[in-house]
């Protein structure tokens, strides 16, 4: 169990209607307004799924991922392609952490959204179509 849920704001149910966190003790969830009735879900268990969902998407297109990456990061040496590659090779094993609300603020106006259902299950993600401008791989 987390005491924080990682994408907050990000993350409503499959008719659009957004999650909010709230905390039962010190453990974190997304709570989903089913009629009226709050359905608290694990915000771990959610998160875990959706970085799951990311490392299947980087592996599908790892070398144009890591590339990317490495772009982005301004890097193009042996060492930060292996660290990168280290981390994505290990993203489910570390311990989730907060995402800061400048990188939510600006996945939600890309687009990002998480979809679950009342029982916390992934339903899909939405990702941009498009690439903001600048972002384009070479």
């Not at 003790?25 to 989903?32: D, N």
């Not at 292996?82 to 687009?111: A, F, K, N, W």
Request: proline share 4%; charged share 35%.
């Amino acid at each position: 169990m987390s005491t924080f849920a990682m994408f907050e704001e990000l993350v409503s149910d499959e008719t659009g209607r957004p999650a909010r966190v709230d905390w039962v003790g010190r453990e974190a969830c997304y709570v989903l307004d089913d009629s009226g009735f709050n359905r608290y879900v694990d915000a771990e268990q959610v998160d875990r799924q959706v970085l799951r969902f990311f490392k299947e998407q980087v592996d599908e297109h790892r070398h144009l991922a890591v590339r990317g990456m490495l772009q982005f990061m301004g890097k193009d040496d042996i060492f930060s392609k292996t660290e990168l590659e280290y981390q994505i090779d290990h993203m489910e094993d570390r311990g989730l952490e907060v995402l800061p609300v400048q990188v939510r603020e600006m996945l939600r106006s890309l687009g990002f959204r998480v979809v679950i259902d009342f029982h916390g299950d992934l339903v899909r993600v939405e990702l941009p179509q498009e690439l903001p401008p600048g972002w384009e791989i070479d």
